[in-house]
């Protein structure tokens, strides 16, 4: 099909095509499944309406208490592991954040690299958007400072056994087990210029948080539609954590500390 954008772009014009008739049938599927649900309250009679009633207020009062209980554990916010308690070691409230949140995205980051920029600002956007996943930070900058007080010795001892190689790294943590690494922007088209919602849809195929609506709209970088515009590696490839960008095998999977 000729989108009018010339035999150099034709490529570019098909894959946002196919994007778009995407988001329309996403949006069309969610349609139809409101309507299903109207037309089944229809058919109810008012005992049946009565017990919907009931569970769906045990299931607002459940969801109520799991985010209450979320936001005490430091879900909701973006923050920096750094400024928590154990007197700035690292390691330290490393540990206790994977012991009490299912699912983390921890940003290993440094001051003077600017790509790290990027993910700090949609993380930031993120981490209110999805209360069931804790996303904090970790400043990587001076981890060799290792002299008796230096904060660098937390950090220097998490790059070392995770296996962070590559400034920034995402670690996605699930049950308290390095789960997978989105190493610099390999898995968002090799951009920096990726929407948050693309960046939820690659961590919602991690697993690292339960996609919205919105983040379900396949990105163009995933189904390689762009792939010979900009040589982009295909996310289906990676998830599941055991290609290239999965944590280091042999390395600190499973975090019990010496506790």
Wanted: hydrophobic share 35%; charged share 30%.
């Amino acid at each position: 099909m000729d989108l009018g954008f010339g035999n150099t772009n034709q490529v570019v014009g098909n894959a946002a095509a196919s994007t778009l008739l995407r988001a329309t049938q996403a949006q069309e599927e969610a349609i139809a499944s409101e309507i299903s649900k109207y037309d089944a309250l229809l058919e109810c009679n008012d005992t049946e309406l009565e017990k919907l009633r009931e569970r769906r207020l045990n299931q607002m009062k459940a969801a109520a208490q799991q985010k209450s209980k979320w936001l005490e554990f430091g879900h909701g916010v973006y923050s920096d592991l750094s400024q928590q308690q154990h007197g700035g070691d690292i390691a330290k409230a490393f540990f206790d954040a994977a012991k009490k949140s299912s699912r983390m995205v921890i940003h290993f980051h440094r001051p003077t690299t600017r790509q790290c920029d990027v993910f700090h600002a949609a993380l930031e956007q993120l981490a209110p958007r999805h209360p069931e996943t804790r996303f904090v930070k970790i400043n990587v900058e001076g981890c060799d400072d290792i002299r008796e007080g230096g904060s660098g010795v937390g950090a220097k001892y998490l790059v070392e056994k995770l296996g962070i190689v590559v400034m920034p790294t995402l670690l996605i943590v699930k049950d308290r087990k390095a789960h997978h690494q989105l190493r610099g922007f390999d898995e968002l088209g090799g951009r920096s210029d990726f929407s948050v919602n693309e960046l939820a849809y690659v961590l919602g195929g991690h697993d690292a948080l339960t996609r919205k609506e919105e983040e379900e709209v396949e990105p163009s970088f995933v189904s390689g539609e762009m792939r010979g515009v900009e040589g982009v590696n295909s996310l289906r490839m990676m998830f599941g954590g055991a290609g290239r960008g999965g944590v280091r095998r042999g390395g600190y999977d499973d975090f019990d500390d010496d506790e």
